[in-house]
């Protein structure tokens, strides 16, 4: 997906690995590593933004989500690209303005964004283009180390070109994703 200083979002491709429940864990891992190399090569993105775990419920599925968080993360460090980490709320509030959304409305208001004729599908293609809609509208993913871009009205801001309340603003969004987002079904 291409977004510009204006963000305005263009896709460029989309697309879902999807790996026989039959199958090893090595090898679903291995099928997924190999899709994204080869998207990373033939795409050559500047960041990658995967959904970051967060779970209460679920062991099963956290241990799933990250299992190919690492993945992302080791293909974008040997291509020396950006990882970015945003929570599905965090997602699904870039795009429908409301964290909570339902699968449905997400995959409306990527379709909308995008301006495509129909919704993605499967729901799976839609909540990764709303995580890459989310990173290239908010930037800052990770924050970790200072060195990633800030993405604000204006455009990207080099980490080192930032002003004080620039700096101020993604330390407390790198605070933010350390300590993870709130649950609202579980807020007081």
């Known amino acids: 997906m291409d977004i510009d200083p204006r963000r305005r979002v263009r896709l460029v491709e989309v697309g879902v690995v999807r790996t026989p429940p039959s199958q090893s864990p090595e090898l679903r891992i291995l099928a997924i ?15 990658l933004s995967v959904e970051r775990v967060f779970a209460r419920d679920n062991l099963r599925s956290v241990i799933g989500v990250a299992q190919v968080m690492g993945i992302v993360m080791l293909a974008g460090a040997r291509a020396g690209v950006e990882v970015a980490q945003h929570t599905p709320s965090e997602a699904k509030a870039a795009v429908t303005g409301s964290g909570v959304a339902g699968k449905a409305q997400v995959q409306a208001m990527v379709a909308r964004i995008l301006g495509l004729a129909e919704p993605p599908r499967p729901a799976d293609a839609a909540d990764a283009l709303a995580q890459a809609i989310c990173h290239g509208w908010r930037g800052g993913g990770t924050g970790a180390d200072g060195a990633t871009e800030m ?12 002003t004080p309340a620039q700096r101020r603003w993604a330390a407390a969004q790198a605070a933010a994703r350390r300590t993870g987002a709130v649950d609202p079904r579980h807020a007081g």
């Open 151 to 162: 993405v604000s009205a204006g455009g990207a801001v080099r980490a080192s070109a930032r």
């Open 33 to 47: 590593a190999d899709a994204l190399d080869d998207w990373i090569a033939r795409l050559g993105p500047s960041a």
